[in-house]
Antibody, heavy 119, light 112 residues
Framework: EVQLVESGGGLVQPGRSLRLSCAAS????????MHWVRQAPGKGLEWVSG????????GYADSVKGRFTISRDNAKNSLYLQMNSLRAEDTALYYC????????????WGQGTLVTVSS | QSALTQPASVSGSPGQSITISCTGT?????????VSWYQQHPGKAPKLMIY???KRPSGVSNRFSGSKSGNTASLTISGLQAEDEADYYC????????????FGGGTKLTVL
């Protein structure tokens, strides 16, 4: 059974940093791309960032480019999101999502970790 | 990376069929057969319902189907059931780089 468990969320002041983690199990982690998708309270889904199986390709939404860094450790079956210079508009539930075959979709999602940016 | 356009809400009675549209541009929906649809119940994580425009993952009811015409993708749910009441989101590859995805704003489906 595929499991994705996010952690690292919390309350942080504007301008500060936070690092999210996603522990994966139930599939061959280093065979698949991975993504972060967020959802602000009461709002829709927003793709944040994605990383290929070997970290050779990485992409970011314009809204986080230059502030967030995605990475993975295949030996630890883990995905990370380093979030710097946080803003109030980054407040959201952050989901870890597994890329499907050919990375054409997101076939499994975690339950999310809540990040609240407020002074 | 402009969001895809979905109706804010749709409704239907049990047993009926409904269709949710998802309009993008020639740079995303119109250029790639990489539209996926997700169902999200309140307080739950999204669930993949349709991928690559019209393919259903194992375990998803065949009451759910997807299609595309030009820059608009559609999700059709036939034989509506109370459990189908949820938010639905479309998503498309947006093409400017290897990783470039855009979601629709979401549609609230109410089963009357």
């Amino acid at each position: 059974e595929v499991q994705l468990v996010e952690s690292g969320g919390g309350l942080v002041q504007p301008g500060r940093s936070l690092r999210l983690s996603c522990a994966a199990s139930g599939f061959t982690f280093d065979d698949y791309a991975m993504h972060w998708v967020r959802q602000a309270p009461g709002k829709g889904l927003e793709w944040v960032s994605g990383i290929s199986w070997n970290s050779g390709s990485i992409g970011y939404a314009d809204s986080v480019k230059g502030r967030f860094t995605i990475s993975r450790d295949n030996a630890k079956n883990s995905l990370y999101l380093q979030m710097n210079s946080l803003r109030a508009e980054d407040t959201a539930l952050y989901y870890c999502a597994k890329g499907g075959s050919l990375d054409s979709h997101f076939d499994y999602w975690g339950q999310g970790t809540l990040v609240t940016v407020s002074s | 990376q402009s969001a895809l356009t979905q109706p804010a809400s749709v409704s239907g009675s049990p047993g009926q069929s409904i269709t949710i549209s998802c309009t993008g541009t020639s740079s995303d929906v119109g250029s790639y057969n990489l539209v996926s649809w997700y169902q999200q119940h309140p307080g739950k994580a999204p669930k993949l319902m349709i991928y690559e425009g019209s393919k259903r993952p194992s375990g998803v009811s065949n009451r759910f189907s997807g299609s595309k015409s030009g820059n608009t993708a559609s999700l059709t749910i036939s034989g509506l059931q109370a459990e189908d009441e949820a938010d639905y989101y479309c998503c498309s590859y947006a093409g400017s780089s290897t990783f470039d995805w855009v979601f629709g704003g979401g549609t609230k489906l109410t089963v009357l």
